[in-house]
């Protein structure tokens, strides 16, 4: 597949890539909600400096990253032991 050339606005410049055409909606996405998030932040916090707003941005996100991978793991382990409690239970039936 060919990739497209695509340029992503954030912070008031230009950043161009080269993406998968299966990317780029997502990429486009991805731009956007940054945009907002700056926005939210400048006026929550009241900060001009684009790089300091970038920094917390990235960190918040991280943090909600790890956050949900915290909880992901959580519902994965809680997962894995109800079915092998099903397991147990439909190996204990017997078919008649």
């Known amino acids: 597949m060919s990739e ?10 230009d950043y161009p890539m080269r993406v998968e055409p299966q990317d780029e909606e997502r990429l486009r996405m991805a731009g956007r909600l940054l945009g907002e ?10 900060i001009q400096d684009k790089q300091d707003l970038l920094a917390m941005i990235a960190l918040s996100t991280m943090a909600d990253r790890l956050k949900v991978s915290k909880e992901k793991d959580g519902t994965d382990t809680v997962l894995t032991e109800r079915l092998a409690r099903l397991d147990e239970l439909l190996s204990g039936v017997v078919l008649v």
């Open 4 to 13: 497209l050339s695509i340029k992503i606005r954030i912070a008031e410049r």
């Open 37 to 46: 998030r700056i926005k939210e932040f400048r006026e929550l916090y009241g």
